[in-house]
């Protein structure tokens, strides 16, 4: 008996509340826990449904005849909190007429960015030192392959590139 009230203690309801708070604390730590990481593993599948986008680099005469010019982009796969590192640099060279390249910045060999030097006409890379030509291909050093390029288009005197790509060996998707 209870000597405050008279009545036997209620050790099943004190048992059965603390469990039911254990639960309900393990379920809430769970949710905290697991909605981020569901989010982190289904966020390739939501990039999959087509965030290729075509994204305006610049007028035309921005990029003359013969010159190759560094030219960035927003990318369509970003999201608020990336900052700086949502805008993606390129290489564009314009061939002729309406006929460019447009390259990704990073060398074949290991991402490192590539430098335009227009006295030798040359891309090189800082860290191994790779060269390309002009063209993007391989010049010399440790990259196995040219430049990487992105798809590109010519319309309302705009020049355009297919931003949401990575620029692989894989090619369009």
């Not at 826990?33 to 994204?55: D, E, K, N, T, Y």
């Not at 909190?81 to 007429?97: H, L, N, P, Q």
Request: with cysteine; aromatic share 10%.
């Amino acid at each position: 008996m209870c000597p405050d009230h008279g009545m036997p203690p209620s050790k099943s309801s004190r048992r059965g509340f603390l469990f039911k708070l254990g639960l309900a604390l393990n379920v809430l730590g769970a949710a905290l826990v697991g909605i981020p990481v569901l989010g982190f593993l289904a966020a390739p599948i939501r990039r999959l449904g087509g965030h290729q986008s075509w994204i305006k680099l610049g007028p035309l005469a921005s990029f003359p005849e013969g010159e190759t010019r560094l030219a960035v982009f927003q990318n369509p796969v970003s999201v608020e909190w990336d900052g700086a590192t949502a805008k993606i640099a390129c290489w564009v060279r314009r061939i002729k007429g309406e006929q460019f390249q447009v390259f990704a910045v990073n060398c074949a060999h290991l991402g490192c960015p590539v430098r335009w030097f227009a006295q030798s006409r040359l891309f090189m890379c800082p860290c191994h030192g790779g060269a390309y030509y002009e063209d993007g291909s391989r010049a010399s050093g440790p990259p196995p392959r040219g430049l990487f390029e992105y798809e590109y288009r010519v319309g309302e005197e705009q020049l355009w590139v297919r931003g949401g790509q990575l620029p692989t060996l894989a090619g369009p998707v």
